[in-house]
Every structure is written in C-alpha cells, then in structure tokens.
C-alpha cells in the first residue's frame, strides 16, 4: 500500500442514493480524481451504510479530521475535492459531525 496522508470513506450503501447507484458513480469518479493527482496521497475505501442516511447524497468521512460530510451531489464532491484534499480547508456547509465535537447541525435543517 502506498503512503498517504487521508482515509476518504464513501458510504455507498442503498439508502444514501437509491440503490447506492449514484453513490457507486461517484466513488468511481473520486477515483480518477485521484489518480490524476497522486500528490494528493489519499486512501479511499466504499462502505456499506454507516447508519446516518437520509437520502441526503453518499456520506463522505475524511479521516485524520474526523470529518462527515453529507455529499449531496457532484458538485459538493468536487468542492470536497478541491478544497479539503487539494487545498485543506474543511468544507464548513457540508459537514454534519466531527470526531470529538459530535454533530454540528441538526439532520434535515438545509440551512445548516
Ligand atoms: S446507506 Fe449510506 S449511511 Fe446508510
């Protein structure tokens, strides 16, 4: 395994898209961010469901950080993208839980 320096964990569970398929497309999207930047030194891993789901999009966990993001659509991944892994600023809006402080905005409040 290669080094790297963050764990990306997608759930692709059938509940976050439905059947999981849309949240299948953009692991694999995810992927070839990745691999067309392997500066980027990120391990990612689907998962089944990590029992947070609402049908608010594939939950993304970035670890060290203990992140959670609800990764509502392409759009919010590529930001996720460009601006947590790329350019390491958290995605305030979007996160919903972090490691050590618990949730950060109530499920289902839009405005959060
Ligand atoms: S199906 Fe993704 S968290 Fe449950």
């Known amino acids: 395994m290669r080094t790297h320096t963050r764990h990306v964990l ?3 569970g059938p509940r976050c898209t439905e059947n999981g398929m849309r949240a299948q497309a953009m692991f694999e999207l995810m992927g070839k961010k990745i691999d067309a930047s392997p500066d980027m030194r990120i391990k990612r891993t689907r998962t089944h469901c990590m029992a947070v789901c609402r049908n608010q ?9 203990g992140v959670w993001y609800r990764c ?4 919010a991944l590529e930001r996720i993208i ?7 600023q958290e995605v305030d809006e979007l996160i919903f839980h972090r490691l050590g402080e618990g949730d950060t905005c109530p499920w289902g409040d839009d405005d959060a």
Do not use: R
């Open 10 to 12: 997608m759930c692709v």
């Open 72 to 75: 509502v659509d392409e759009t």
């Open 82 to 88: 460009a601006e947590h892994l790329v350019g390491g």
């Open 57 to 65: 999009g594939p939950i993304l966990v970035v670890y060290p950080e």
